[in-house]
């Protein structure tokens, strides 16, 4: 079975009717894969860095500071040596999307179907799934459970679950939430903090590339900016 843990980087960017700036109009979506076996032991390594740093609250891409940077650098630079953990984010121009056309007007159901592009790729045959999904509030109760039934009729995975979890109890939902926000940042040319850029170029020198759209074949650190029209 594996596991996949996820979170999103700037929600509101499809949600909001306001007109954007360039620094706020891609939203990121991504998660973490991982395979069940290894879980407890991912989980022990990042409960060990960050005791190690002092770190008692959960870590996430806005706490990134020049206090923490070499903690947030040891958390990257495990990720990257790590084959049984992999990445994948969608980047969405909202302002490319026809919410009335697509959507039925619906932000929260463009939000679940752009969810679930992200994980339908990475859906293989004849392996168990049990998604996680950053909790939040929304207005129509059975989104995770038709996200579930579509995952599950569109691919042939078995989709055991799809779960709303806080981020403060997962640190792989921190993970995710880390590398969804340097991502986000680069997209959306927001980043204005030495220390997240130091953690940008960290991740751009081991992928030996810049953060950008990647072929769909990469398996490690995959980033698809879905194409709207």
Not at 44 to 65: D, G, M, R
Not at 129 to 147: F, G, H, P, V
Request: some cysteine; overall charge positive; proline content about 3%.
């Amino acid at each position: 079975m594996f596991e996949i843990y996820c979170d999103e980087s700037r929600p509101e960017a499809i949600y909001s009717r306001k007109v954007k700036s360039n620094h706020e109009k891609y939203m990121v979506i991504g998660g973490i894969w991982i395979d069940k076996e290894e879980r407890k032991k991912v989980k022990n390594k990042l409960e060990f860095l960050k005791k190690k740093n002092k770190i008692s609250a959960e870590f996430k891409w806005t706490k990134v500071s020049p206090s923490k940077i070499d903690f947030y650098k040891e958390v990257v630079e495990y990720f990257f040596s790590n084959p049984k953990i992999r990445f994948r984010c969608i980047v969405v121009d909202s302002e490319k999307i026809d919410m009335e056309l697509f959507h039925e007007s619906d932000s929260e159901l463009g939000f679940y179907k752009f969810y679930y592009q992200l994980l339908i790729k990475w859906i293989d045959g004849n392996t168990s799934y049990r998604i996680y999904l950053d909790d939040k509030a929304n207005k129509q109760n059975s989104r995770l459970s038709d996200l579930q039934y579509f995952l599950s009729k569109s691919s042939f995975g078995d989709i055991d679950s799809v779960l709303a979890l806080p981020s403060s109890d997962s640190v792989f939902i921190q993970l995710a939430d880390l590398l969804i926000g340097a991502v986000s940042s680069v997209f959306n040319q927001s980043i204005t903090s030495p220390a997240k850029k130091e953690i940008v170029r960290l991740i751009e020198n081991i992928i030996d590339n810049k953060i950008e759209p990647t072929t769909s074949s990469e398996k490690k650190f995959n980033i698809f900016k879905i194409i709207l029209r």
